[in-house]
């Protein structure tokens, strides 16, 4: 099934069973989701569907998904689009001999038979799937409204006409067919990221299997060449990988043992011994081609208008037509004849294929342009809705910093010296994994070796620190809020970096400063971000107001808050999403512990989505690595896609309304209309598979 207009239909009546609680026509995965009753009948169920569909699409096939099918579908979804060409070509190739042959014999007047095999040549699908549907009540179809107009033309006489009109229509169907074929392919490019298998090590020797048949830790080995099949870590080996189809980026990255490695990833050179960590189902590559797979589920704004609009068009413009042939010749006057052939004109012209085919497809192509970029768009509905973003909002830590934090300084206090306030810190922080506790634990372990003490009652209180039992002695380790909270007389450190307080059994011992550094590029791509109309940038972070307000005006941000907890975040949002009203909010976070703001957000970006399933889920759109000068690029192909939605829709309804007035009033003949239908309907699709960067 090609036909976005048709899914639309389909979806819409599956929806009014009395039954089904819910329905989504995916057209790129060609399959419908429905959610029924639980005591519905599944045979039941799929027989009223069935009919649903070949009300629409008679040739469609219908059945239950198994994952046997869409591994077959998969397989022979390229030699079925050939022999469809082929066939395609052959018909075209007869329709045209026929049509040429009655073009020279009209003269002799016996052109009328070379005619008429070259309409059904070209319309006997259309003519079939019209009387079927008029049988079933479905009436009101593009193939009625062609069957119609071109049986009419033959009847007052207008051979050639008729044809061209079958014609014309059915090169909109190839087009059609190839264009939702391409935006599919441009999407499903990523489909090729997909492993066929993987070499299972089986003792001493290797074993060809399906992914799906892995274990976790399991090990697989990965040759040169070859698509690593499952995410894992490196056990052995060495090399470079291409990891475009995931990030959209072309330079290889190098990996060696102990390192992580994601399914889809291409093994440039060297052989890999990989352990799995991630059975096939729950895989990066099998979450980002489920996400891109569901993205055409989530329509826009513009996408379910123009859905409903079809359905109240087609039925108008078919009762106009019908007035225009039986009212004038009563009130204006001139022959029924002359009245027919304008409402036939009328109908062809009105037929509203350039709408439903141009924007599902323009929308569709955006998504796939994306996707080529290591973006990830979850649905159109955030491609429409990135076109109205003022306002980014971005976490600090992993998304405007690079989140590899360095101590810089310690300060001693009470006859403590730098070494005890480092390793009460470390000690302290052993257990914890946030950021500035790893530096804190690598800068000890790299002087004084690896912490053998046994850490007791260890407690993480939330946006203030740890309190632990280190040899019958409480130590305390965080911010200012947890030396308040135990009452601790500390010294203030007012300097640059994230301050780490230690205090031992209620005495301060000293700070430790810990360094974030921004990212580079960060500076540029926040600048594009303005350049492309973005107003309003605001940080957010946990980390202290000196370092927060620092970075804040080295990136030329117009607001920052600082020294916030988890819910605090979400409330300063909340504000700002009432503040911006109309205007959409972007918020942009590591998708790890950003989750519940993510989610708020009127569009939730995760950076660094490859590996990181909370990036995934949270997230509506998924930057697959960590430049943040993807948001930028994000914002243009949604801005430039909307746009050429919106050039379609303008310029199919000009030239409709139009050249319906000139057919109304006689001017326009049965060629203007083909154009004024397929001619606009080529364009629109033509103008919507246009590069959007």
Not at 522 to 538: E, P, R, S
Request: hydrophobic share 45%; charged share 20%.
């Amino acid at each position: 099934m090609d036909c976005a207009h048709c899914a639309g239909e389909i979806e819409e009546g599956t929806k009014a069973l009395s039954k089904v609680k819910s329905a989504t026509v995916n057209l790129l995965k060609q399959q419908m989701e429905v959610v029924a009753d639980s005591d519905v009948s599944v045979t039941e169920l799929l027989k009223e569907i069935t009919e649903i569909t070949h009300k629409h699409e008679p040739d469609v096939e219908v059945s239950i998904v198994s994952e046997q099918q869409k591994e077959k579908e998969n397989s022979t979804q390229k030699s079925e689009f050939q022999q469809g060409f082929q066939k395609t070509i052959t018909r075209f190739g007869a329709g045209i001999v026929f049509f040429l042959g009655g073009v020279l014999l009209i003269k002799q007047n016996i052109s009328f038979m070379p005619f008429i095999i070259s309409y059904f040549v070209f319309g006997y699908d259309v003519l079939w799937r019209a009387i079927k549907n008029i049988k079933k009540g479905q009436v009101f179809d593009e193939n009625f409204l062609m069957a119609i107009s071109t049986i009419g033309a033959i009847f007052l006489g207008e051979m050639p006409e008729a044809v061209f009109v079958m014609l014309f229509y059915q090169i909109g169907e190839t087009f059609q067919s190839y264009a939702v074929d391409r935006s599919r392919k441009s999407i499903a490019g990523l489909m090729d990221i997909r492993p066929d298998y993987a070499n299972l090590v089986v003792g001493q020797q290797t074993q060809k299997v399906d992914p799906s048949e892995i274990s976790v830790g399991d090990y697989i080995v990965v040759k040169a060449g070859e698509k690593i099949p499952l995410d894992g870590i490196v056990a052995e080996g060495s090399g470079e990988l291409d990891t475009s189809a995931l990030t959209g980026e072309s330079l290889p990255v190098s990996i060696s043992v102990g390192e992580n490695v994601y399914s889809g990833s291409l093994n440039i050179n060297g052989l890999l011994k990989i352990q799995v960590t991630k059975a096939f189902g729950e895989s990066t590559v099998v979450k980002i081609l489920e996400m891109v797979e569901n993205a055409t589920a989530k329509k826009s704004k513009t996408e379910q208008f123009i859905t409903k609009f079809a359905r109240i068009y087609t039925p108008f413009v078919v009762c106009a037509a019908v007035l225009l042939a039986l009212i004038p010749p009563f009130v204006v006057g001139g022959s029924f004849t002359m009245w027919l052939s304008r409402a036939l004109i009328f109908l062809v012209i009105s037929c509203p294929c350039a709408l439903v085919l141009s924007v599902p497809l323009g929308f569709f192509s955006g998504i796939g342009e994306a996707s080529k970029n290591g973006i990830l768009v979850k649905g159109s509905n955030y491609i429409h809705a990135l076109k109205y973003a003022d306002t980014v909002v971005f976490d600090k830590t992993g998304t405007l910093t690079k989140g590899v934090f360095d101590v810089v300084e310690i300060n001693e206090a009470n006859n403590y010296t730098k070494e005890m306030v480092l390793e009460l810190a470390a000690k302290a922080e052993k257990n914890s994994n946030h950021p500035i506790a790893l530096s804190i634990l690598k800068q000890y372990e790299a002087k004084c070796g690896e912490i053998t003490e046994n850490v007791e009652q260890y407690q993480e209180i939330g946006g203030h620190g740890v309190c632990c039992k280190i040899e019958d002695k409480t130590v305390l380790a965080g911010n200012e809020k947890l030396m308040k909270q135990f009452s601790i007389d500390y010294i203030k450190h007012d300097g640059m970096g994230s301050i780490v307080y230690v205090a031992e059994n209620g005495v301060f011992a000293g700070s430790v400063v810990v360094a974030d550094t921004i990212k580079e590029g960060t500076k540029q791509a926040i600048q594009k971000l303005k350049a492309v109309g973005i107003k309003n940038t605001v940080m957010l972070t946990g980390d202290n107001q000196v370092t927060a307000n620092q970075i804040a005006k080295e990136l030329a941000l117009e607001e920052c808050h600082a020294e916030l907890l988890p819910q605090n975040k979400v409330e300063i949002l909340e504000k700002i999403l009432k503040k911006e009203n109309k205007n959409k909010v972007i918020f942009v976070g590591d998708g790890i512990n950003d989750a519940p703001v993510l989610a708020r957000a009127d569009i939730g970006i995760a950076m660094g989505g490859i590996g990181s399933d909370a990036a995934i889920e949270a997230a509506d759109i998924v930057i697959m690595n960590d430049d943040i000068a993807k948001i930028e690029q994000g914002i243009v192909i949604a801005k430039n896609t909307n746009r050429i939605v919106n050039q379609n829709i303008v310029f199919a309804l000009g030239v409709k309304a139009v050249v319906l007035v000139l057919g109304a009033a006689g001017i326009a003949t049965m060629w203007l209309a083909v154009f004024a239908d397929v001619g606009v309907a080529l364009i629109a699709i033509l103008n919507s598979m246009r590069k959007k960067i």
